[in-house]
């Protein structure tokens, strides 16, 4: 195992001890409620953005139990639109992670209500004094983190999504697409640290467009991985976003262009880092981890 | 009209152009996600919660255009939630004042996403610096409206509105059941005043007594007039609720019995108002005017 392996399972693990912690159970008659919304986020996810965001905070030297906070309410935001994505009205996924989904383990109206939760859950963690005892970092933060992922962002992406069903788009509109679905909150994972740090608007936009262009390429191996993967993989049914014509960079590049492209993308990416020096060092390595990766 | 009615209908129509400003349409692909929040929030609707943000926020005198921000923050949240509660997974209605639910004017996929957009602009709105210049009062209002909306607030009750279909609650388990679906939103209606004015606790507290009384007398002639109104009155199908075996008031109080119990907590709730004297005339006659609705 890498160095870096060390550090993203070390992350990963940091980071599923804060959701547990932040997601406790209760004996309540609306018990259910608080199991489901467990069982949607502690489902050994890759945990990418909250890397992405403890590492740009640790550039900036922001203490861990600081970031944590941020990293999981990005991750909880994340596991929200999973859970309303999977839905039979929306993608109607029965599986996420090899297990059941959230509709399918409890039934659609908890689906319903556990995203909504998470998604509230996340405002309240950032805008916590325990996140940052600089008022203005808090408020930063949530007004980032609802632009990324709201009808401007993530939530108008997945509109855009479930339309492109019946429209074909071109290469311009599928980037847009993937811009707004899953760019937006990488995006902001990646600015999280520079907002917590306050630092100034040239580091915070040189992190922003570092985790946008990753995301890029993140989403361009995540489309390679759905053609080329197996069920055991990618926890996923093989190819099931192609024949759901979804609209993805493979259908506008092809497969050798969309390795070419994702491998662009990370070189890319890194060139955002460059004023960072050594400090950005695991970041770069996640550049290469995300277009080498096998599932 | 008495002043009230006129104050009632000018903050209604305030809060209205704002909810209509802060709702812009789009010529992009997903230009059907803005149609459908406008369409959820834009539909004629009370205004109760934005009232008590306006008011409250007079008290302190505030400004108008920061205490309006607030007051669409809070409706955009309500509108959400009554968005996700039409579905057909939750309590599945065709028709809101009269007119086709989001998701039967559009569909499920639309309304789903609606909420979600709906939702995570007011936190947007709230944390924006136009709401307040100091970002102590960002950060505070983001941290209560995340609490009253969430799994411990609105949601949870909402949880536990879909389980009390099969569990008879009893008077307690019915006020908390209240309490959390709609007592948290309308207290937090109420304080939102003394946390953007940066008010004392003291005051910030009896606001938010003031509105937890206020909401349940609110609640419980919400009941008599689903049994007594007719359609065009409440635009619901009457008796609704009951037919459902949802626990109201009604179940564990009687008609009479609720009635007084309104009138009761209406009167309680201008307890709380002594410290500020004639400053609160306003909410005072809400009081009045929320026991004596006829729709």
Redesign the interface.
Known sequence: MTAFDTALEEATERVDRELGRLLPLTD???A???EA?RYAVLNGGKRLRPFIVMASSGMFNVAPEQAVRVAAAVELVHA?SLV?DD?P??DDDDLRRGKPTVHVKY????A??V???L???A??I????DTSA???A???L??A???A???HGM??G???D???ED?HLDEN?TVRLQRLKTGEMIAFSGEAGAILARADHVHRHALRMFAHDLGLAFQITDDLLDVEGTVEQTGKAVGKDAAAGKATFLDVLGVDGARDRAAMLAQQAKTHLEMFGSKAEPLRQLCDFVITRRS
């Open positions: 309540e008659v609306e259910q409620l608080f919304m929200y309303h839905l009205c929306m039934d659609e109206a908890t319903v209500l995203g909504d939760a998604l509230t859950q405002f309240e950032l805008a916590h004094e600089d008022p203005k808090r408020a930063d949530v007004l983190l609802a632009k992922a709201g009808a939530v108008g997945q509109m855009l479930l339309l492109a429209a509109q």
